[in-house]
């Protein structure tokens, strides 16, 4: 019988993928960031207990192509500054990738906000265009004039907070929690190296979208602009057990629908239908 590819992978072939992924050259992405300062209510309402916001309400874009082996990717994010247990770092309200496989190793074991969107970093001479976008708004957009060299920051390591878990399946989880089993908050730690730096001068122009309504975090102080080339990994750990009712009132930030945590199975069809 030919192999069937949907069957148990034997354990030889689970082995080569793990030493394959745990060889893996560095990654390199060319990308723009946008550093701002907003309302400081706005960042205290979009953050889910137990994160806090700190002394200072930042906004960071991150819009990158990342050299993927294969293939490029689109890789975006739209984060708070925030800090939890004496750790700072940022919570991403949402991380637009252009495939299917970024989302997967994301969400599902980091619990990352990670959607399919439209994602573009593109150069015109002097010109820097960076955009994020989904159903057809580009509800975040960079521009400016690429300037001078800047000296590359030192390895650095930052933490980016994220929920992971999975909603109920009969829609209360028998408990009126609204999850199978409890969320977790996870630490994701990044190590961050920087080969190339270049300051850019223009803005932020965040559009209003109700799918993605970054724009309620709007520029009030815009700090910088960079087009950059760096490299990172990552590693995450789960530091605690969420209230589901703390957590359940922010858990329409992942979807396009805000009722969707609420969807019950559907409806059997009557008899003879």
């Known amino acids: 019988m030919a192999r ?33 300062e907003t309302d400081p209510d706005a960042v205290a309402a979009v953050l889910p207990p137990p994160l806090k916001p700190v002394a200072r309400p930042l906004v960071r874009v991150g819009v990158s192509k990342v050299d993927l082996p294969g293939y490029p990717l689109g890789a975006g994010s739209f984060a708070v500054a925030a800090a939890h247990d004496g750790t700072e770092g940022w919570y991403p309200l949402v991380m637009p990738m252009t495939h299917e496989r970024a989302l997967t190793g994301g969400r599902e074991v980091f619990g990352e906000p990670k959607k399919l969107g439209e994602v573009t970093v593109e150069r015109d001479g002097s010109g820097v265009r960076a955009t994020l976008a989904r159903h057809g708004i580009a509800f975040v957009e960079v521009r400016g004039t690429v300037g001078a060299e800047l000296p590359p920051p030192p390895p650095s390591r930052k933490t980016d907070f ?111 239908a």
Request: proline share 9%.
């Open 4 to 36: 069937v590819r949907y069957g148990a992978r034997t354990e030889a072939e689970a082995a080569a993928t793990r030493t394959a992924s745990a060889r893996l050259p560095d990654i390199w992405s060319t990308g723009v960031v946008a550093l701002w």
């Open 162 to 272: 994220y929920f992971k878990f999975l909603p109920a399946v009969d829609g209360s989880a028998g408990t009126g929690s609204g999850f199978d089993g409890d969320p977790v908050l996870v630490h994701c730690v990044r190590h961050e190296k920087v080969r190339r730096l270049r300051a850019v001068t223009g803005d932020v122009v965040l559009r209003e979208s109700p799918y993605d309504p970054v724009a309620d975090l709007p520029v009030l102080r815009l700090l910088e602009i960079t087009l950059g080339e760096k490299t990172s990994d990552q590693r995450g750990r789960v530091v605690e057990r969420v209230d589901p009712r703390a957590l359940l009132p922010y858990v329409h930030q992942r979807y396009d629908d805000p009722l969707q945590i609420l969807d019950a199975p559907p409806e059997p069809s009557p008899a003879g």
